[in-house]
């Protein structure tokens, strides 16, 4: 499943990767949930002969609403999402499968890698995910959180567990959230390291520093329905940050010096960014307790 917002380029790059999976053809459908201005007709044509697409052209709900209406238009037993800044690897589906047969009702996640690795800004970006990723799935315990650009869960789990909230809105951390509820509901996930997928992180400072900021808004969201459900506490998700030297070392070790030095700057930007939002989010919602009034 992909959705997708006014991404024809790397959509059709996407696309590309998909219609040269191994998996036989028959064996999946390609739901694409486009909240993009202009219809994305014209960039699936060309695929429409190898693939079968189910199309939906439908008004921005939302990250969460927007997968939990592609999820409710499947037709398959197991779903499969991937961004459509993402290019898969020829054999992504069939490792995600094959892991989701040995291992069924569980949440299946993939790995991500860089596809520009001369770019700070892009490196600083997967260095986050590998931050994240060595902090909440630990080897010596089952995997916690895995990222909504790569992931497999069944469906009928997956709509029995809610769904991802769509009180996010236009909030990151959905992805999060819904992690947290498939773990307290008893769900487990299991890593599939093979089924990899080539991430387009963004190039742009500017770009950089918007994403995190809404990234640290959704945080707060995040946080504020654990709390809610009675979840594990802050301090849980605060070890990302405190140790953060810990769970970036090794990704910048795979870095040449001078790339190093530009990534430990963003580094310092990024948790800046995150903490901003944070705090934004945090003083809006507390206000609208206060006058009775939510803002997204």
């Given at each position: 499943?992909i959705m997708t917002y006014n991404r024809p380029v790397t959509l059709h790059r996407?696309?590309?990767?998909?219609?040269?999976?191994?998996?036989?053809?028959?064996?999946?459908?390609?739901?694409?949930?486009?909240?993009?201005?202009?219809?994305?007709?014209?960039?699936?044509?060309?695929?429409?002969?190898?693939?079968?697409?189910?199309?939906?052209?439908?008004?921005?709900?939302?990250?969460?609403?927007?997968?939990?209406?592609?999820?409710?238009?499947?037709?398959?037993?197991?779903?499969?999402?991937?961004?459509?800044?993402?290019?898969?690897?020829?054999?992504?589906?069939?490792?995600?499968?094959?892991?989701?047969?040995?291992?069924?009702?569980?949440?299946?996640?993939?790995?991500?890698?860089?596809?520009?690795?001369?770019?700070?800004?892009?490196?600083?970006?997967?260095?986050?995910?590998?931050?994240?990723?060595?902090?909440?799935?630990?080897?010596?315990?089952?995997?916690?959180?895995?990222?909504?650009?790569?992931?497999?869960?069944?469906?009928?789990?997956?709509?029995?567990?809610?769904?991802?909230?769509?009180?996010?809105?236009?909030?990151?951390?959905?992805?999060?959230?819904?992690?947290?509820?498939?773990?307290?509901?008893?769900?487990?996930?299991?890593?599939?390291?093979?089924?990899?997928?080539?991430?387009?992180?963004?190039?742009?400072?500017?770009?950089?520093?918007?994403?995190?900021?809404?990234?640290?808004?959704?945080?707060?969201?995040?946080?504020?329905?654990?709390?809610?459900?009675?979840?594990?506490?802050?301090?849980?998700?605060?070890?990302?940050?405190?140790?953060?030297?810990?769970?970036?070392?090794?990704?910048?070790?795979?870095?040449?010096?001078?790339?190093?030095?530009?990534?430990?700057?963003?580094?310092?930007?990024?948790?800046?960014?995150?903490?901003?939002?944070?705090?934004?989010?945090?003083?809006?919602e507390t206000a609208g307790g206060l006058f009775g009034w939510k803002k997204r």
């Amino acid at each position: 499943m992909i959705m997708t917002y006014n991404r024809p380029v790397t959509l059709h790059r996407c696309l590309e990767s998909l219609a040269i999976q191994g998996l036989a053809r028959d064996c999946f459908e390609l739901v694409v949930v486009d909240v993009s201005a202009e219809p994305v007709t014209s960039v699936l044509q060309p695929f429409r002969d190898g693939l079968t697409i189910r199309h939906f052209h439908t008004p921005n709900q939302g990250v969460a609403g927007n997968r939990n209406f592609g999820a409710a238009q499947a037709r398959a037993d197991l779903l499969a999402y991937i961004d459509d800044d993402c290019v898969a690897q020829p054999d992504w589906l069939e490792k995600l499968l094959a892991c989701a047969d040995a291992n069924p009702g569980c949440l299946i996640g993939g790995s991500v890698r860089n596809m520009y690795p001369d770019s700070a800004v892009a490196c600083a970006g997967q260095v986050i995910t590998e931050a994240v990723d060595s902090c909440f799935n630990r080897a010596a315990h089952f995997p916690a959180f895995f990222p909504g650009l790569n992931f497999a869960v069944p469906r009928d789990r997956y709509l029995a567990c809610g769904g991802c909230d769509e009180s996010f809105g236009l909030l990151a951390a959905e992805d999060r959230d819904f992690a947290d509820r498939w773990n307290q509901s008893g769900g487990r996930q299991v890593r599939a390291a093979e089924a990899a997928v080539i991430h387009a992180h963004r190039t742009d400072f500017s770009g950089f520093m918007r994403q995190y900021f809404n990234y640290g808004k959704g945080a707060w969201r995040y946080h504020s329905l654990r709390r809610s459900r009675r979840s594990s506490g802050f301090s849980d998700s605060l070890k990302l940050h405190t140790g953060l030297w810990k769970h970036t070392r090794a990704p910048l070790r795979g870095l040449r010096p001078g790339m190093r030095a530009k990534v430990y700057f963003l580094l310092v930007a990024w948790e800046l960014s995150n903490a901003a939002g944070f705090a934004w989010q945090a003083g809006l919602e507390t206000a609208g307790g206060l006058f009775g009034w939510k803002k997204r």
